[in-house]
Nanobody, 125 residues
Framework: QVQLVESGGGLVQPGGSLRLSCAASGFSSEYYAIAWFRQAPGKEREGVSCLVTSDSTSYYIDSVKGRFTVSRDNAKNTVYLQMNSLKPEDTAVYYC??????????????????WGQGTQVTVSS
């Protein structure tokens, strides 16, 4: 059974950086899509970034391109989301999610069957 555990959220000033971690276990193959979603109060859950585990191909929504970077450490079975130049509008609960095996990246929350518990990111001065 796939399990995902996020960590790394917190309070940061505008322009600052945070790195989120998603420790994954239980994968049955080399090909999964692992995505980061976020949900701000009163808003729908939004896909932010996604990585394909077989070759680390990555995808981003326009609002985070150039500021966020998704990566993975195979030895630690962990996917990271490095967030730089953070803005107040990045404030949300961030979740990692997985779909697969043999599923491509999508930014539709209902297509992901495995979710972490979420971690709060607050960008405020």
């Amino acid at each position: 059974q796939v399990q995902l555990v996020e960590s790394g959220g917190g309070l940061v000033q505008p322009g600052g950086s945070l790195r989120l971690s998603c420790a994954a276990s239980g994968f049955s193959s080399e090909y999964y899509a692992i995505a980061w979603f976020r949900q701000a109060p009163g808003k729908e859950r939004e896909g932010v970034s996604c990585l394909v585990t077989s070759d680390s191909t990555s995808y981003y929504i326009d609002s985070v391109k150039g500021r966020f970077t998704v990566s993975r450490d195979n030895a630690k079975n962990t996917v990271y989301l490095q967030m730089n130049s953070l803005k107040p509008e990045d404030t949300a609960v961030y979740y990692c999610a997985a779909r697969g095996p043999w599923k491509a990246c999508r930014f539709l929350a209902h297509e992901y069957g495995y979710w972490g518990q979420g971690t709060q990111v607050t960008v405020s001065s």
